[in-house]
Structure formats: structure tokens, C-alpha cells
């Protein structure tokens, strides 16, 4: 698994637990629907820090809480 695909799994996590649909995570976070639907459907695999930070934000998390998943222990090495 790579960083794109764990932050997506993560979203979708986070929503599931909270039974929110990715429009109602826009909407609480002000992230474009577009974004979030980029994310989630792997075609954006690098979501920035900011907009991770905004969904955080509507979600009532902090990027400590995101990012403390096992989903990001033992990620692939990125630079090869």
C-alpha cells in the first residue's frame, strides 16, 4: 500500500465510523466535492497537507489522529 491509497482508506474509515457520506464530509470540512471525490477514487494519490488538514477539521480529528491509523505503519518506500 502507498501513501494515496492509505489516506483514501483512512477517508473512507473515518466516514464509515461516523456514518457520513463524502458529500456531508465536504460540506462540515469545505473541501470541494470534486476533491474529495478525486481522493477517494484513487485518482489523486497526493492529496496535500492543507486539504488532509481541512478534512480533519470536519471530521473533529486532529492530523495526528489521521495519520496514528496502523494503515500508515509500514507503508512502501515512496523514492526508489
Request: with cysteine.
Amino acid at each position: 500500500m502507498d501513501i494515496g491509497e492509505a489516506v483514501r482508506a483512512r477517508i473512507l474509515e473515518l466516514c464509515r465510523e461516523r456514518d457520513l457520506s463524502i458529500n456531508k464530509l465536504c460540506l462540515l470540512s469545505g473541501v470541494t466535492q470534486s476533491t474529495v471525490n478525486n481522493i477517494v477514487s484513487g485518482r489523486n494519490h497526493s492529496a496535500t497537507v492543507t486539504t488532509i488538514k481541512k478534512l480533519c477539521d470536519g471530521l473533529g480529528i486532529s492530523i495526528g489522529d489521521f495519520f496514528s491509523s496502523e494503515l500508515f505503519r509500514g507503508l512502501d518506500q515512496e523514492v526508489r
